[in-house]
């Protein structure tokens, strides 16, 4: 693993939307069938089954249906529908209604999969030919660190505290990691026009 000196900034700028996106995928996959179960009642398997689906069908649809447009543009969309979709989905979770998490969960689908190919467009392309398995192993390591970790502890932590708690929690950080990314992005590219102003 290792992160060349002219990928590092840019890495450090996604890095808070890519621990975001894991971590969002590593909750659906343990933890959101139970959720579904608990917020809204609802006891057929098939239920919390769906809304994973859902997850994991939008997010290829985003990656395939934007892989023409601009790496740059897609992150700043897949962003914005990442942490929106994560939002409707608790507000499903609070309104006890399947149908709204459900919605919620397409929405943050395509911030999945468009975070995903954006961050790795805008990132692999920095490093030289030789560098590129080093910095492709540093990126996943991040990843699954951010897929398992924040779900294990929640799982832990969700018997002392109940599980839509837990979520409200996980879904804030998850949100707030994906606004400093898009925050960092837009700073980023005001210096850069500042610059090329100068």
Known sequence: MSVPIQARQTLAQLTPVTLASWALGGFYFSL???LVRVATGATLPIVGGLVVAALTFSSVIAILSLLTVPADRVLLGAITALALGVAITLGGEHAQFVAVMLLGTMVSGVG???????????????????ERAGLLSAFYLEGYLAFSVPA???????????????????????ILMAVASLVA???????SALNTSD
């Open 32 to 34: 959101m069938p139970a």
């Open 112 to 130: 999945f999969g468009a975070v995903f190919s954006g961050t790795l467009r805008t990132v692999l392309p920095l490093a030289k030919a030789d």
């Open 152 to 174: 294990v502890l929640t799982g832990f932590l969700a018997p002392a505290v109940g599980l839509p708690l837990a979520a409200d929690v996980y879904g804030a950080v998850v």
């Open 185 to 191: 992005i837009r700073v980023s590219h005001q210096r």
